[in-house]
């Protein structure tokens, strides 16, 4: 099993992101994919998760409206566009594999086996 973020940089206050989550070595349809931010120092924030094998969403409440989860099938490629970025969610931004994705789950990073490496988000003020 792999996923490997990408996209991460840097982007001023209220610009946009869109990270990608590229998977391989398991049956995509069958999982759901999280993403989760990290400041050093600080606990693991769950932001949101899709459900691939119906394309089904669940966001944070800290991110809806704002961000969104989508999947490209054909590339086993999972996106995460960020929109409206404030400097508070500089972070490294992860995705992980899991087989649930709910209100309960999407901030539980115990219920996810496998990870990225993560990809740096710096929003600057």
């Known amino acids: 099993v792999q996923l490997v973020e990408s996209g991460g940089g840097l982007v001023q206050a209220g610009g946009s992101l869109r990270l990608s989550c590229a998977t391989s070595?398991?049956?995509?349809?069958?999982?759901?994919i999280a993403w989760f931010r990290q400041v050093p120092g600080k606990k693991r924030e769950g932001i949101g998760c899709i459900m691939n094998s119906v394309d089904s969403t669940y966001y944070g409440d800290s991110v809806k409206r704002r961000f969104t989860i989508s999947s490209d099938h054909a590339k086993k490629t999972v996106y995460l566009q960020m929109n409206s970025l404030q400097p508070a969610e500089t972070a490294v931004y992860y995705c992980?594999?899991?087989?649930?994705?709910?209100?309960?789950?999407?901030?539980?990073?115990?219920?996810?086996?496998?990870w990225g490496s993560g990809t740096q988000v710096t929003v600057s003020s």
């Open positions: 070595g398991f049956d995509f349809e069958d999982y759901a």
């Open positions: 992980a594999l899991g087989s649930f994705c709910g209100s309960y789950y999407y901030a539980d990073d115990t219920a996810y086996d496998y």
